[in-house]
């Protein structure tokens, strides 16, 4: 199994920032993929920000330029850098990573999501 926790968010007004963080514990693991999603009332979970274990990166439309994903592959974590708030940002965060345990074992886990507010 694969753990997440997931930490930093809040309640910010617009134009504001924030920073999200998740760490992933478990044995001998190796992380693929680590990704931010967020889920707002009413709507469905959207994916955020993705990044590799390669480095590349990729964001929803609605985020770039604003949203910047990073990952320290050695300590098993990933970071979302969130400027320039908006109202329309305010949702649940959830962070998910995809991989392989010992044995080639797949899993894809997720955090239990942090709450960012953005008020106008």
């Known amino acids: 199994q694969v753990h997440l926790v997931e930490s930093g968010g809040g309640l910010v007004q617009a134009g504001g920032s924030l920073g999200l963080s998740c760490a992933a514990s478990?044995?001998?693991?190796?992380?693929?993929?680590m990704a931010w999603y967020r889920q707002a009332p009413g709507k469905q979970r959207e994916l955020v920000a993705i990044?590799?274990?390669?480095?590349?990166?990729d964001y929803a439309d609605s985020v770039k330029g604003r949203f910047t994903i990073s990952r320290n592959n050695a300590k098993f974590t990933v970071f979302l850098q969130m400027n320039s708030l908006e109202p329309e940002d305010t949702a649940v965060y959830y962070c998910?990573?995809?991989?392989?345990?010992?044995?080639?074992?797949?899993?894809?886990?997720w955090g239990q999501g942090t709450q960012v507010t953005v008020s106008s």
């Open positions: 998910n990573a995809k991989g392989f345990l010992i044995g080639a074992t797949y899993f894809d886990s």
């Open positions: 478990g044995i001998a693991l190796v992380i693929n993929d």
């Open positions: 990044a590799t274990s390669g480095g590349t990166t």
